[in-house]
């Protein structure tokens, strides 16, 4: 997950989910452009509710996930009043954990991606992803190129 993106990752279609965020005033740096902690907001906002979408607001009592890793990558500018699209999707699935790969577009340019490694607990620690979870997860898959 390290180092710079894959070209696939700066392709909107390659995410199958996608939610239009408003850029604020109050986000931009001395130089006129929306700052890193702005971007990590609109990442998170955008992961919640790809979360939400997928019905996975909605949990079992002493049953969570927790955010193990976040991955910021930014490929350019990107600049208020313009809305920024955040896609996501599933990128990987393991035993525990799942990652979800999102990229954040404006004017229909890529301007960062996200990498967010989550993992699913108990009150005990790490957890095995339940089946139908897991089945939930893969049909959210990234569209990688043929």
């Known amino acids: 997950m390290s180092g710079k993106p894959e070209g696939w990752r700066l392709e909107r279609a390659a995410y199958p989910y996608v939610h239009a965020a408003e850029t604020r005033f109050q986000d931009l740096d001395p130089l006129?452009?929306?700052?890193?902690?702005?971007?990590?907001?609109l990442f998170e906002n955008g992961r919640v509710r790809f979360n939400h979408a997928l019905g996975l607001g909605r949990r079992q009592k002493g049953i969570r996930w927790l955010i193990a890793k976040v991955e910021i990558n930014y490929i350019a500018e990107a600049h208020f009043p313009?809305?920024?699209?955040?896609?996501?999707?599933?990128?990987?699935?393991g035993n525990r954990s799942w990652t979800i790969l999102a990229a954040a577009?404006?004017?229909?340019?890529?301007?960062?991606?996200?990498?967010?490694?989550?993992?699913?607990?108990?009150?005990?620690?790490?957890?095995?992803?339940?089946?139908?979870?897991?089945a939930l997860l893969e049909t959210n898959l990234v569209r990688l190129p043929a």
Request: net charge negative.
């Open 32 to 41: 006129g452009h929306v700052n890193n902690v702005a971007m990590a907001a």
């Open 105 to 134: 577009f404006q004017n229909g340019q890529c301007v960062a991606t996200c990498d967010t490694v989550i993992v699913f607990t108990d009150t005990t620690g790490a957890i095995a992803l339940p089946l139908e979870m897991r």
């Open 82 to 93: 313009d809305d920024v699209e955040i896609a996501s999707g599933i990128g990987t699935i």
